[in-house]
């Protein structure tokens, strides 16, 4: 099991940034992946940025420049830097969490925290 707080989120202005954060606490000595998603109300989830456990990132289209995923170890804690931000990006924004264990993968999200981009 993992669980998952996310935190950030918030009220911006355009152009605006926020930075949101994911804490991780149970088994994540698997890690594989990590990532953050953003959700629309009805909509399908979609991938803002991803993070292998090696380090390898991959961006949608939509963040690349602007956004920027990273990890730090010590804190269990992936973050995700969100720069120049437009009012499109508002969504609820969602960290997923990949764990490998006895050669199944497992899934884990966060409960969200919701970005507004406004003026």
């Known amino acids: 099991q993992v669980q998952l707080v996310e935190s950030g989120g918030g009220l911006v202005q355009p152009g605006g940034s926020l930075r949101l954060s994911c804490v991780a606490s149970?088994?994540?000595?698997?890690?594989?992946?990590m990532g953050w998603y953003r959700q629309v109300s009805g909509n399908q989830r979609e991938l803002v940025a991803s993070?292998?456990?090696?380090?390898?990132?991959n961006y949608a289209d939509s963040a690349k420049g602007r956004f920027t995923i990273s990890r730090d170890n010590a804190k269990n804690t992936v973050y995700l830097q969100m720069n120049s931000l437009k009012p499109e990006d508002t969504a609820v924004y969602l960290c997923?969490?990949?764990?490998?264990?006895?050669?199944?993968?497992?899934?884990?999200w966060g409960q969200g925290t919701p970005v507004t981009v406004s003026s």
């Open positions: 149970g088994n994540i000595f698997s890690t594989y992946a």
């Open positions: 993070m292998t456990g090696a380090g390898l990132t």
């Open positions: 997923n969490w990949g764990i490998r264990v006895g050669g199944f993968e497992y899934s884990y």
